[in-house]
């Protein structure tokens, strides 16, 4: 009785597995999957790039009291630049109400400066662009490209160098030398930093313009440098390298007064001076002397030292030496 009912059950299974066909296999592309959400540690792939752009305005409309010689020292420029951009020639008269471009000197400063893009990445590794220039021919003419893609060649770097292993680092470099190859230890060789350092507008070698006590700080309401006492005559020294933009005594407060534009950030002012060595158009170093104190302009026998960061009276204490 039992086997009858065991055999009636198995019929009963293989039935139900006929009636039942098993689900066809469907073939399906990749699977891709969503991104998981950032997380709090988690940090964007996207690589940081910064660029500068010229602080100043493209115009100025001028107002009263201006002068060129004061509109220059105010926003950074050689006078004798606004001239020639605006057409305005000697004596450079100026008027209530015009208006002054800035736009291509601002342009000029910005290429002179310009540095290549500089790219950092997520494991802090700075990558500069690659120089390329089209494929040409013999002649130096552009080859005209058969597809829409057109293939670089490379001009700089003018050297691979390989990354770094310990077989590379204990290689040894031949170089032919008539018939004879002679081993090369190609062990580094130690540089000064500093050789391969770049310029940097910022960080000047300053020096103190002359020598005395300072008997008025830098305040940005009442004074806009430090006042040096001395003696009638004692030299007055530029207190970095760079370029006379301006001698004279155009500018209402200042007496004899010496502009030095050191780059694209930083000019120096010199004023009250007796007697002024320098000339407009000189280039000089630090510690020439370009003037001698004196008290044009002023109550008292002294020097007006200024320095101006983009045109803004910043403190020389904060750049010059300890005394």
């Known amino acids: ?45 996207a690589a940081k ?25 105010e926003y950074g420029y050689d006078y004798k630049e606004i001239a020639t951009t605006n057409n305005i020639a000697p004596p450079y008269p100026i008027q209530i109400g015009q208006k002054l471009s800035f736009s291509s000197l601002n342009a000029k400063t910005a290429s ?34 058969t597809s829409s893609v057109v293939t670089p060649v490379l001009t700089e770097p003018r050297g691979i160098r390989e990354p770094y292993s310990l077989e590379a680092f204990n290689r040894k470099t031949v170089v032919a030398k008539s018939t004879e190859a002679k081993p090369v230890d190609t062990k580094p060789v130690e540089t000064n930093s ?16 002359t020598q005395g006590k300072v008997i008025a700080n830098f305040n940005e309401a009442s004074n806009k440098g430090i006042d040096i006492a001395g003696s009638l005559g004692q030299s007055i020294n530029a207190a970095s390298s760079g370029k006379v933009i301006y001698t004279g005594s155009d500018l209402r407060g200042y007496g004899k007064l010496v502009i030095i534009k ?7 002012v010199y004023a ?4 002024i060595i320098a000339k407009e158009g000189q280039t000089v170093t630090a510690g020439q002397k370009i003037a001698e104190m004196g008290n044009t302009d002023a ?25």
Request: net charge positive.
């Open 272 to 275: 009250h001076n007796s007697k």
């Open 299 to 323: 109550n008292a026998v002294k020097l007006h030292f200024e320095v101006r960061r983009q045109g803004k009276s910043v403190d020389p204490a904060k750049y010059l030496p300890q005394n």
């Open 112 to 145: 002179a400066g310009t540095n290549p893009v500089m790219v950092e990445n997520d494991d802090g590794v700075v990558v500069s662009p690659i120089k390329t220039e089209p494929a040409g021919t013999s002649t130096g003419t552009v080859a005209q490209p």
């Open 49 to 73: 790039v910064t660029a500068g752009k010229d602080w100043r305005p493209d115009s100025y409309t001028v107002k009263k009291g201006d002068t060129l010689f004061s509109i220059g020292l």
């Open 194 to 209: 500093t050789d391969t350092k770049p310029i940097d507008d910022e960080n000047l070698n300053w020096s103190w313009p």
């Open 1 to 45: 009785m039992k086997v009858k009912i065991v055999i009636a059950l198995l019929a009963l299974f293989l039935a139900a597995c006929e009636s039942n066909p098993p689900a066809p296999v469907i073939e399906r592309g990749p699977q891709t999957s969503k991104p998981a959400p950032p997380t709090a540690s988690s940090k964007p792939s």
């Open 262 to 268: 050191h780059n694209k950030i930083f000019l120096s």
